[in-house]
């Protein structure tokens, strides 16, 4: 080029002319007519070489900017269709514009310098700085939407120059059409009456009817605002299908059927529940009814009486606030424990595994699936850390009973030992990243798990047997409905009805918190086959020291919405002290939840418990956590204990105001 860019970036002179014009004006006033007149002809002469060079400097900057690779270059011999403007990206000071980008913003071709910032309030330039071709956010002027694309480029004679060239696409009614497809995707979701067995329990066929008229109405008066369309296709299914423009209005009323329905009671008193499984952002129907039914079945994993909405990624749950109700038969125990014997007959060999840190629960109901292995003559073995962990005594007496002097290995031992016909027996969780040696589950493709804590969205799956009962009390009770109907009494050694006994009084807290009569009957039928609470005890017993120390952490506690314990503790402790603690916290008068929190290596642990209202599953479920209404932990990782307690209080401050 001739001319150098840098000429070519000079700002306006519309002042200078106006101070000019404002002097030929003075003076004429003044009565100096001659010089008034010799004034003028400078200051018009003056502008006429302005406008040339203006012109000029127009001209060449669009050579320049079409002889630069990446930059826009001119369609055909007409001007760019698009609205185009170069700008400094040291200061946003525009440097030119064309026509169209001027009539778009009414910017008048005048000799006043402009920012884009006065232009498009808000805009900002950082995108084209960091390299990218295309704004991640639209523009509207006068109610139309752009899309905004540029590049950047250095001037030639100054290589500290940066100018951006920009142009913007009308992509409002693209925009139209896209909204308007979101909008109108169908969300295809399915309305479970989950105890509907409960509620016509006893009822005559009248009775019935009348109970079956009032779900119906209540349902179908939720559905009327939707536009949707609701049908019945069992005596406790709907499926409904409406537009996905209502599903925030369904959000916002927080599924107020949820709540609607609790106020439809059988003649014995017991309420009506319902779960939603809703699937979204589904390819077609047949999709969004897989990912509703799943949404289903994560709803009822949990306990039922909520909402999940399953995407192409996620779950989201709303509601589910309500302690559960125990809607289990044992008609399932019964054919579960059959499908898990015929499964163990057919293996060559069976691991057991729990959760990191394994407590009483977790060994517990391990032991009770030894014996059924053993009743099959299999040979089994518990996957532990013998090191890290919560069971301790009970292990030091399991490792002196002959038939377990080699059952507990560490999971790279397993690792050694495992094969294609291999199976894996999960118990007392249901999280892939919470078992004791992950390695393990990813190696085996036949995988079994017993549980009792609400079903995480990062389950474990797939899975050949699941037996997932958030209604018990424990794995080990439901490990104990499967020994009552898959072995005799004497193939129970009285070792394992202790350890089964044991994980039962550990997660209720001696018959205290989440007992129903399920629980009675497993621990009486332990007790028939030799179990005594008294041994249980002693090994829930604690010495002079940890006795304190759980006092200390009790004393460290605060009072947080007048019903909430919270103990945030800055040194390390044993997680068994930190749930000790939390369950100790319970027995005080007023308090309904309670949290310890204490620091471990890298990460925070938090141990929770309720009695109350509060949910504390839900409360700690978004810091990673998991559990159920009346006891859940939660691990956190890189955050100090204080960073923890502020995620914690966010946490509890969110599941009140929701």
Known sequence: MKHRLGRLLRPGVGAYFSVMAAFCAATLLAGEYWLAAVEAAVVLGAFFIYVLHRNRRDRNLKKYLTSMPNTLESVGHGDNPFPTVVVRLADGGIVWTNRRFSNLTGISDTMMEHELEEVLPGFSTDWLASGKNECPHDVTIDGRRYRVYGTMIRAADNRSTMLGVMYLSDLTELYQVRDEYIRSRPVVSIILIDNYEELTKNLSESGISTLNA??????????????????????????????????????????????????????????ASISFGLGVDAVNFEEGYDFAALGIEMALSRGGDQAVIKDRINFTFYGGRNKEADYRSKVRSRVTANSMMELIGQSSRVFIMGHKNADLDAVGAAMGIVCLCRKKGKKANIVIDLE????????????????????????????????????????????PDQVEYKPLLEAISKICVVDHHRRAADYINPVVVNLHETYASSASELVTELVEYAVEKQDVLPIEAKSLLAGICLDTKFFNVRTGERTFEAAAALRRLGADTTDVKMLLQNDFQDTMAKYQIIKSARLYRNEIAVAALYTPTTRVLAAQAADELLNISGISASFVLYPDNDRVIISARSIGTANVQMILEPLGGGGNTATAGAQIQGITVKDALDKLVASIDKFYET
């Not at 296709?233 to 369904?250: G, P, Q, S, T, V």
Request: aromatic share 8%.
């Open 214 to 271: 009032k779900l119906n109405d209540t349902i179908t008066k939720w559905t009327e605002g939707y536009g949707g369309l609701l049908r019945k296709m069992e005596r406790n299914r709907f499926l409904f299908i409406f537009e996905k423009r209502d599903l925030n209005h369904a959000i916002e009323d927080k599924f107020s059927l949820l709540e609607n329905i609790h106020d439809i009671t059988n003649p014995s008193g017991l309420a």
């Open 388 to 431: 890290v962990n919560a069971s301790q005594k009970l292990i030091s007496e399991i490792l002196e009973v002959p038939e377990y002097k080699d059952i507990f290995i560490t999971g790279q031992e397993a690792m050694l030992h495992c094969d294609n016909r291999s199976i894996l027996i999960v118990v007392d969780t249901n999280r």
